[in-house]
């Protein structure tokens, strides 16, 4: 109830209709919340590094942006679109980060391991390769031609230089997938089977990794003689 500063409190008449109107401000209707893409997929990024793909909703990121739902589905369209653009943005981010070399070894090394570093950082990747398909970016095109392109100039067939490219990457694709399935978990660890620990001590994901890679290379090299 409004009073005067320093009057009495008592129970004021009610003011006439024409009154009320004039003194009390009439509320107005706030404009929407505006979101930018960027916005969205920012968050949709963290929300699906951080708890997978499966978490990923509207709901989820109208509260962890602070507005309604259909604002970040006016934003963004549909979750298929979102998927694909997160992806695409993340992917392209990195390709951005090639440096590539001039010899053939060295191109695959450098593909390799720049896409397993993708995969590893941004699990969202890796988890929309799984059920979604090949990574489509802006970029990625660039980066089939220029690591094909090397082994055709190393002396392999055009359709051997393209199979060796997916074989490099079916390797890198799967031997992330295996250490990001497995976890931390006690009961991923390889080294808890007899014959790992007896041979390895401790097993090692980047040794692992390292040593398959040298050997595709050196079957690449061997089809190249």
């Known amino acids: 109830m409004l009073v005067e500063p320093g009057s009495p409190t008592v129970t004021a008449r009610p003011a ?3 009154d009320r109107l004039e003194t009390v401000p009439r509320r107005r209707r706030g404009r929407p919340n505006v979101l930018s893409r960027e916005q969205v997929i920012d968050a949709a990024t963290a929300i699906a590094n951080e708890d997978g ?33 997160l992806v695409r943005r993340t992917v392209d981010e990195f390709t ?10 060295a191109v695959v090394r450098v593909f390799a391991t ?26 990625s095109d660039a980066v089939v031609a220029k690591v094909v392109g090397a082994l055709q100039e190393a002396g392999l067939p055009d359709a051997e230089a393209m199979y060796t490219f997916f074989v490099v990457y079916d390797f890198v694709v799967g031997d992330t997938s295996v250490q ?46």
């Not at 507005?67 to 589905?73: D, I, L």
């Not at 951005?96 to 070894?105: D, L, R």
């Not at 808890?192 to 620990?197: D, E, M």
């Open 53 to 85: 793909l499966d978490r990923l909703s509207f709901r989820a990121l109208g509260v962890r942006l602070g507005v309604a739902p259909m604002t970040v589905h006016r934003t963004i369209g549909g979750l298929d679109d979102l998927h694909a653009e």
């Open 96 to 105: 951005a980060t090639f440096v590539w070399p001039s010899e053939w070894h």
């Open 180 to 225: 990001v399935g497995r976890g931390t978990a006690d009961a991923g660890r390889p080294e808890r089977h007899a014959l790992v620990g007896e041979l390895l001590g401790a097993h090692s994901y980047q040794d692992r990794f390292a040593l398959g890679l040298d050997v595709l290379i050196a079957g690449i090299e061997s089809r190249v003689r």
């Open 114 to 139: 720049t896409f397993r570093d993708l995969m590893l950082t941004h699990p969202l990747v890796l988890e929309s390769h799984s059920r979604r398909g090949a990574l489509v970016s802006t970029e």
């Open 16 to 18: 006439p209709a024409t």
